[in-house]
């Protein structure tokens, strides 16, 4: 019989962020009479960022930081999207800004996220923060979920030095940021996307496997290695649940240690962003 693989639970690391931040937030109101801040943007009706904007606003009101969901109507112009990003640039209240992406199409991302103040980009999305993170010259915002998924692998004491990863996906915000992140690990990283060729080939041979595309079931147990660690990014809802992109019940039949979905990744990324704001709110006291 195959023993179960490790879970990958990132709860408890949300809790330990939780705990540190919520701590660290009384520290800084004592200092400073006021408490730091999250803005989220979101342009549209798009109901899976409604919902997480609603998360992140629970979330930093339970550590007694601001939250402030902005919501702007789908028609909005290109005008009042930079515009609202340079009026939380301004707010002091504000100590991060998270834009959600998707956005309507007339306006464009990259406009967007170049308005960010580089000290206020909690998710490391701005050009200055994405060129320090690969020059290795800081200090940067590192975008929040490769970032909570290299400490998921800390906290569970998996190693990354010397090991063969694999990265699945190259968004400018989990794919090629995790690959730099675990270049910067000591791993040897690989990465794949929409052209490469038997992904198979590829993904059969990591010892971490790390997996953000967005297409639900697309890495089977069939296209793991035996005991590898298997990092499932993906967030998909089919029949109303929430799947990754890795099909998990075939995939823990090989894996070493597996992160679930719900619950493995996700709770990472929200530990990162506490984490990221409550640095902004620091730097930006200074
Ligand atoms: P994205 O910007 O759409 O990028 C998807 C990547 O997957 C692209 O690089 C694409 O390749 C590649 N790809 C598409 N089809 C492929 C295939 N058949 N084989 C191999 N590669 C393929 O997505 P993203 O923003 O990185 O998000 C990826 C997933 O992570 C989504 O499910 C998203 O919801 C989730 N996500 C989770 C968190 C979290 O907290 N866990 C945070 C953010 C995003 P090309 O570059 O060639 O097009």
């Not at 801040?37 to 549209?44: E, F, H, N, T, Y």
């Not at 995790?178 to 990465?191: G, P, S």
């Not at 070493?256 to 409550?278: E, H, K």
Request: aromatic share 4%; charged share 25%; with cysteine.
């Amino acid at each position: 019989m195959i023993a179960a693989p490790l879970l990958l639970d990132g709860r408890p690391g949300l809790e330990q962020a939780r705990a540190e931040v919520s701590e660290a937030v009384r520290a800084f109101v004592a200092r400073h009479g006021r408490a730091p801040g999250i803005a989220v943007l979101r342009v549209g009706n798009d109901p899976a960022s409604d919902r997480y904007a609603r998360q992140i606003d629970r979330l930093f009101r339970s550590v007694g930081m601001g939250a402030r969901v902005v919501v702007l109507d789908e028609s909005a112009s290109p005008d009042a999207a930079l515009g609202e990003v340079r009026a939380l640039n301004a707010d002091a209240a504000v100590s991060g800004i998270l834009i959600q992406f998707p956005m309507p199409p007339h306006l464009s991302r990259d406009a967007v996220v170049d308005a960010v103040a580089p000290e206020k980009d909690v998710d490391g999305v701005h050009p200055l923060n994405l060129g320090r993170l690969l020059t290795g010259r800081g200090p940067t915002f590192i975008p929040a979920t490769p970032l909570g998924g290299i400490e998921l692998l800390r906290h569970y004491g998996c190693p990354m030095a010397r090991r063969y990863a694999v990265v699945v996906g190259r968004s400018e915000i989990v794919g090629k940021p995790l690959a730099l992140l675990l270049l910067q690990e000591q791993a040897t990283v690989t990465i794949c996307h929409s052209r490469t060729p038997d992904l198979a080939r590829f993904t059969r041979e990591a010892e971490i496997l790390a997996v953000a595309v967005g297409r639900p079931g697309l890495v089977r147990g069939d296209m793991v290695r035996e005991g590898a660690v298997v990092l499932d990014f993906g967030m998909n809802v089919v029949d109303g649940k929430l799947v990754g992109d890795v099909d998990y019940e075939s995939a823990r039949e090989r894996a070493g240690a597996i992160t679930p979905v719900p619950g493995g990744t996700g709770p990472m990324t929200n530990a990162t962003l506490l984490r990221n704001t409550l640095r902004a709110a620091e730097w930006l006291s200074r």
